[in-house]
C-alpha cells in the first residue's frame, strides 16, 4: 500500500499567528438563508477553502491558522444554521428542510464565484471530510488539492458505532450522560432517532437537554486524553445537535457508501488523510478504507492521537499538508 505512514510525530509543527480576516460578509445563497463567510492571509495567494465539522460546528479563529498566511488567501465558512450565519438554528425561523448535503455543496459553489475563485484547496476534519469529498466529487474541476482528518464516510455502521453503543464499551461513563435525556423504554432501540424525537418535539426543555448531552458526548469523547473546559453555549449546542441530528437521521442525504462509490471521480485529486488512532468519533477504519479507493492520497496515522484536530500530532501533519501544497515542502 504505498503513501501511508504509521507514526508518532517528535519534530511538531505548530500554528501560525493568529489573524484577522480581511473581508467578510453574508452570502444570500436562497431559501431564506445568509451564509457567514470570511477571507484571510494574502488576498493574491492560493486560494483554500476550511470546511467546518458537526454539521453545525462553525468556524473558528484558530482554523485560520492552518495555512501559511503569506502563501494562502484563506477561506472560511459558516454552514447553514450555524455559526453566523442566519438564520440560527436556535432562532425561531430556522428551517431544516433546506438543509442537506446537496444543498450545502451547492453554496460552496456559490461561494467560491461570488469570490471569484477558479480553483482552491479544500480543507476538511470530520464531517467536513464527508462534505469536503462530496463537494470534490460534485465539481472536480474546482478542486486542486484535498487536505482531510478524521475521516467520516457516513456509512451507518459509523453512526452506530458512535450514536447507538458501539462507543459505549470506550466510554461507559460518559455514555450514561448521553442516554440520560432518553426516556428508558426508548434506549434499546436507534437512540439517533430517539434523539431526533426530542429534539424536534413540542417540550423546549427536553430539547435543550437532548442538545446538551448530545453536544457532551462529542466535546468530551474528541481528544485522546481529557481536556480541560467547560460547556458549550446552549444556542451553540442547539444548533450543532439539532443539525448534526437532521443529518444523521437522513443518513446524511447520502446513499450508503456513496462517497467510496464514485471515488473515482478524484482519483487524480492530490491529497493527504490525517486520521489518528485513537479517534472514537470517527475511527480509522473509514480512513483507511478511503485510502485503499483513493491511493494517491497520502494516508498519515497518528499513534498519539484521537479525533481532534488541534491535537499535537494531528495539527502537524495538516500544517505539514497545507506547506507542502504551497510548495514549502
Not at 492571509?41 to 465539522?53: D, E, I, K, L, S
Not at 453503543?165 to 442516554?179: F, R
Not at 426516556?183 to 426530542?198: E, T
Request: aromatic residues 10%.
Amino acid at each position: 500500500m504505498p503513501n501511508q505512514t504509521v507514526d508518532n510525530v517528535v519534530a511538531m509543527r505548530d500554528f501560525y499567528p493568529p489573524i484577522s480576516p480581511h473581508a467578510s460578509g453574508h452570502l444570500n445563497v436562497g431559501d431564506g438563508q445568509q451564509i457567514y463567510w470570511e477571507v484571510s492571509g494574502n488576498p493574491a495567494g492560493r486560494p483554500a477553502v476550511f470546511v467546518h465539522g458537526g454539521p453545525g460546528g462553525g468556524t473558528g479563529p484558530d482554523q485560520r491558522r492552518f495555512f501559511d498566511p503569506q502563501a494562502y488567501r484563506i477561506v472560511l465558512f459558516d454552514q447553514r444554521g450555524c455559526g453566523q450565519s442566519l438564520p440560527h438554528l436556535a432562532d425561531p425561523d430556522a428551517d431544516l428542510s433546506v438543509n442537506t448535503t446537496d444543498h450545502l455543496v451547492a453554496d460552496m459553489e456559490k461561494l467560491r464565484d461570488h469570490l471569484a475563485i477558479d480553483r482552491w484547496l479544500v480543507f476538511g476534519g470530520s464531517w467536513g471530510s464527508t462534505l469536503a469529498l462530496a463537494y470534490a466529487q460534485a465539481h472536480r474541476e474546482r478542486v486542486t488539492e484535498l487536505v482531510l482528518r478524521g475521516i467520516f464516510l457516513l456509512r451507518r455502521s459509523e453512526l452506530d458505532w458512535y450514536y447507538n453503543g458501539g462507543a459505549s464499551h470506550i466510554y461507559p461513563d460518559l455514555w450514561e450522560a448521553y442516554l440520560a435525556p432518553i426516556p428508558a423504554d426508548q434506549r434499546d432501540g436507534d437512540l439517533i432517532a430517539a434523539y431526533h424525537r426530542l429534539l424536534t418535539g413540542d417540550d423546549r426543555d427536553a430539547a435543550l437537554s437532548a442538545a446538551r448531552a448530545w453536544t457532551e458526548w462529542e466535546r468530551r469523547t474528541s481528544y485522546l486524553l481529557p481536556q480541560q473546559g467547560s460547556a458549550e453555549s446552549d444556542r451553540f449546542a442547539l444548533a450543532f445537535a439539532g443539525i448534526e441530528n437532521h443529518y444523521f437521521v437522513h443518513g446524511g442525504f447520502l446513499e450508503e457508501g456513496q462517497l467510496l462509490t464514485n471515488i473515482g471521480t478524484i482519483a487524480d485529486v492530490p491529497g493527504v488523510i490525517v486520521q489518528g488512532r485513537y479517534d472514537v468519533v470517527c475511527p480509522a477504519r473509514s480512513a483507511w478504507d478511503l485510502h485503499r479507493a483513493w491511493p494517491i492520497a497520502d494516508l498519515h496515522i497518528v499513534d498519539d492521537a484521537g479525533h481532534a484536530s488541534y491535537e499535537a500530532g494531528i495539527k502537524h501533519h495538516l500544517i505539514e499538508a497545507t506547506d507542502r501544497f504551497a510548495g514549502k515542502n
